[in-house]
C-alpha cells in the first residue's frame, strides 16, 4: 500500500489535472502487474515481438507512436527508440515509475503525450468521433501502435455509460470501438493493433463462469497472430477461479 501511495502522489505532481482521476486505475494496474508478473510475461513478449516483427520490415523510421502505451510492459521502448528518430507515447497516464525508467534509459528521443483517445464525449452527443485525428499533425509519421488500448476504450466507455444508464449505450459502445479501427485504418502510415477481444472467468475444472466481448459487438479483425492472457490468475480473483482475454495482433 505505501509504494501504491508514494506512485500515486509521484505521478499526481506530474499529470495534467484533468486526467487526474484515471491516476487511481493506472496504479492499480501496476500493482497487478507486479503480482501477476509471471503469468504475464508471455503475453508481454508476444506483444513485443510482434511490434519488433512490424518494425522489421520498414525502410522508414523517423516517427513512431503508441496508442495506450500505459506500463511500457508490453512495448519494446529499447527497440523503438534505438530504431525511431522520434517515439511517442500516448495515454490518459503515464506513471512515474515510467517516467523514471525513461530516464534512467536515457530516452532521449522519448516524448510523453497525455490524451484521451476514447473519441466518448463526442460519441455521447451524437458526433461524429474522431479520436485520432490528431495523427494527421504528426510530422514524418511512419508506425503508429495500438497497444492493448481498444478493449480499455470500450470497457472504459461502458463503466460511464452504466453510471447515467443512457439508453443509447450499445450504439455508443459500437460507435467508439469502430472509431479506433476507422481512425487506424485511415492513417498512410504503418500500424500494428494488439488487443483484448473477449474475456472469460472459468473455474478449475474448466467451467466458464462468465464471458463477454470486449469489442461491444463490433467484428475483430482478422488476426495475424493470436494467443491467451491470463489477466486474473488463479488467487487474484480467488483461489479457485481465473479470468483469460482473448488476444489479436495484426
Request: charged residues 25%; aromatic residues 6%; contains cysteine.
Amino acid at each position: 500500500m505505501l509504494t501504491e501511495a508514494i506512485q500515486y502522489a509521484a505521478t499526481s505532481l506530474v499529470t495534467p489535472k484533468q486526467f487526474r482521476p484515471f491516476i487511481r486505475s493506472s496504479v492499480s494496474l501496476w500493482s497487478r502487474a507486479g503480482r501477476c508478473a509471471k503469468d504475464w510475461a508471455a503475453h508481454e513478449e508476444s506483444c513485443k515481438a510482434f511490434i519488433r516483427e512490424t518494425i522489421a520490415g520498414m525502410k522508414q523510421r523517423r516517427t513512431a507512436v503508441v496508442l495506450g502505451s500505459g506500463l511500457l510492459r508490453d512495448v519494446p521502448i529499447e527497440d523503438l527508440s534505438a530504431k525511431f528518430d522520434t517515439v511517442v507515447l500516448v495515454d490518459l497516464v503515464h506513471l512515474a515509475s515510467v517516467r523514471m525508467r525513461l530516464k534512467a534509459g536515457r530516452f532521449k528521443n522519448v516524448r510523453l503525450v497525455s490524451r484521451d483517445l476514447s473519441g466518448f464525449d463526442d460519441a455521447v452527443t451524437a458526433k461524429v468521433p474522431e479520436p485520432l485525428s490528431f495523427l494527421r499533425q504528426v510530422p514524418y509519421l511512419d508506425l503508429v501502435v495500438s497497444a492493448n488500448i481498444l478493449s480499455q476504450i470500450g470497457v472504459g466507455s461502458k463503466r460511464r455509460l452504466d453510471a447515467g444508464r443512457n439508453p443509447a449505450r450499445d450504439d455508443i459502445l459500437q460507435t467508439v470501438v469502430r472509431a479506433h479501427l476507422d481512425g487506424l485504418s485511415a492513417l498512410p502510415c504503418r500500424t500494428a493493433l494488439i488487443t483484448d477481444t473477449a474475456y472469460r472467468v472459468t473455474d478449475r475444472g474448466g467451467q466458464v463462469l462468465e464471458e463477454a466481448d470486449l469489442l461491444c459487438g463490433v467484428p475483430a479483425p482478422v488476426a495475424k497472430r493470436a494467443w491467451t492472457w491470463p489477466v486474473a490468475p488463479y488467487g487474484e480473483l480467488g483461489k479457485d477461479y481465473q479470468a483469460v482475454h482473448d488476444v489479436i495482433a495484426l
